[in-house]
């Protein structure tokens, strides 16, 4: 019997604790070699069958002709839901093509051995079955849905709306297992990021370097991997002048080293250039001298005099190399500037990425949510709050789509005093289920007080907003120790440091693709 993994296995897998994924491999390699022994207890789950681990640990597979592809793994009861919440689509051969969320209908249209799709097909280079799912969506939400489900090369197909008909290869995120693989395959990381352009993405990366350009948009839009690539690109052409990679601090310049690794790029010493560096080893007119294009990330927190001599070149008619500049106003807790950036307009192309490719749509939600609160709730006194106000003020990041469904953001509330006492339990829990901190995040937001000490001494890596800009974390906490005053009308009094903690929270929940705790005193509800 053949058997196969699908990528959604693997992540499930990485979620659990060491001694549960030991018991899961153990359960594999006995499918592997075919053997059907009754301590399996297989018996069906909707469209999957059920295989036992252990008492408490459920192995849900898709039987295909010949074979079996595993598809999810969980405790007992969750995995149960899930099975009850997600269809597969077969295709020839009852050879499975996708899982897909079964909210709607839409998933449980019989698909099998139906491979001819509709002559008014709008997905039609996609496999029969999986283009008549795509078509029998009622609204955006489940085209979303189904959309977000699929391997990576359908989906941009798919957000293509393609309309002319071709030969599809099998979807990537189901591996095909051999004895020889089967070890690796269930050895992999938890963190499984895809380096993957979708369609505006790779208009983006594509666009040529005639204008000045402007990339705005939400957390998980692909503002970074599109900027890399695009990095990446311009490094690869023959130039008397190099390219330059801006990056906020050491941490986003790491990451921005590790994402120009994936794509094959070795950037060189003096590549990647941090915000600081600018009025110290590197000043801003050196380096626009001495490269052939400049890519900022993160741009909402340049300081506003550098966007100013920016403004300044542009207004003058000055030579300067091209400039691509990403930022999303609402993440801006070093020195706002997303009202300074909009000047830059009307001297460079502009566009907005609005689908989130990163985190659940819950998350997605409870990060709208406090910009809700950012944007609504807080009253300016002064002129420079006012300017903080507007530097974020932005629609883009509340317009964000996310299509990605999965748990709802949990809110720990515990009592005044016992934050950091009740953030160390939650912290060594959620080391203890993984096994290690591959994937994991726990970030601090507000003040530093010495009772958080305790966190740093058991080796639990606290981080801050600002050194996780641009990072990306499986799951795992934030902690929210703000507090802020309310006057008589039970408004939060704006002041400049409020506003980058506020906007420090909503960088700390979008880190997040799966799952995320926010752990705050009792009180007023923030966010």
Wanted: glycine fraction near 8%; proline fraction near 5%; aromatic fraction near 6%.
């Amino acid at each position: 019997m053949n058997l196969r993994l699908h990528a959604k296995f693997l992540d499930a897998l990485s979620l659990l604790s060491s001694g549960e994924q030991k018991r899961v491999r153990s359960v594999v390699v006995q499918l592997a070699e075919g053997e059907s022994t009754p301590g399996l207890r297989q018996h069906k789950v909707g469209d999957f069958t059920s295989f036992s681990a252990g008492m408490d640990i459920r192995i849900l597979a898709v039987e295909e002709h010949g074979g079996r592809t595993l598809v999810h793994v969980d405790h007992h009861d969750d995995a149960y839901r899930w099975g009850e919440r997600h269809s597969a689509i077969l295709g020839g051969g009852d050879m499975l093509l996708a899982v897909v969320p079964a909210r709607n209908e839409v998933a449980r249209i019989s698909t099998k051995s139906e491979n001819a799709a509709p002559a008014t097909n709008r997905f039609a280079t996609l496999p029969g079955p999986v283009a008549k799912v795509l078509n029998a969506a009622r609204t955006d939400q489940e085209l979303l849905d189904v959309i977000a489900a699929l391997s990576p090369e359908w989906q941009e197909l798919a957000l293509a709306v393609a309309s002319s008909s071709s030969e599809s290869s099998p979807p990537s995120d189901i591996l095909a297992v051999d004895d020889e693989l089967l070890e690796f395959a269930l050895a992999l990381p938890a963190e499984k990021w895809r380096v993957f352009l979708h369609p505006k993405q790779r208009a983006v990366v594509d666009l040529p370097a005639a204008s000045h350009l402007l990339i705005r948009g939400g957390p998980g839009t692909g503002k970074t991997v599109s900027v890399v690539h695009r990095f990446v690109r311009f490094a690869q052409q023959q130039s008397d002048r190099p390219p330059r990679l801006l990056a906020l601090n050491p941490p986003a310049r790491e990451a921005l080293e590790l994402a120009c690794l994936s794509l094959g790029y070795v950037a060189p010493e003096g590549a990647i250039v941090e915000f600081g560096d600018l009025d110290r080893r590197v000043g801003l007119l050196d380096l626009l001298d001495e490269s052939s294009a400049v890519f900022i990330d993160e741009g909402q927190d340049l300081p506003v005099g550098v966007i100013a001599r920016l403004l300044e070149g542009m207004e003058s008619g000055a030579t300067l190399p091209h400039i691509t500049l990403a930022f999303d106003p609402n993440q801006a807790i070093v020195e706002p500037a997303g009202d300074a950036l909009t000047r830059l307009a009307p001297f460079a192309d502009s566009l907005s990425l609005t689908y989130c490719y990163r985190m659940t749509d819950e998350i997605r939600a409870y990060s709208k949510s406090i910009l809700d609160r950012l944007h609504e709730n807080y009253v300016g006194k002064r002129f420079q709050d006012q300017h903080h106000i507007d530097a974020r003020r932005d629609t883009v990041g509340g317009q964000t789509v996310s299509g990605t469904t999965g748990p709802e953001v949990e809110e720990m509330l515990v009592e005044e005093g016992s934050l950091a006492a009740a953030a160390r339990t939650a912290a060594l829990k959620l080391l203890q289920d993984a096994g290690s901190w591959d994937g994991l995040g726990v970030i601090l937001v507000g003040e530093k007080s010495p009772e958080f000490d305790d966190l740093e001494r058991d080796g639990i890596p606290l981080a801050s907003p600002g050194s996780v800009k641009g990072l990306e974390f499986l799951r795992g906490l934030v902690i929210d120790n703000l507090s802020h005053g309310e006057d008589e009308n039970g408004k939060v009094v704006v002041t400049a440091a409020g506003y980058r903690e506020l906007s420090g929270l909503y960088v700390a929940v979008t880190r997040f693709r799966d799952k995320v705790t926010v752990v705050r005193a009792a009180g007023p509800k923030r966010g």
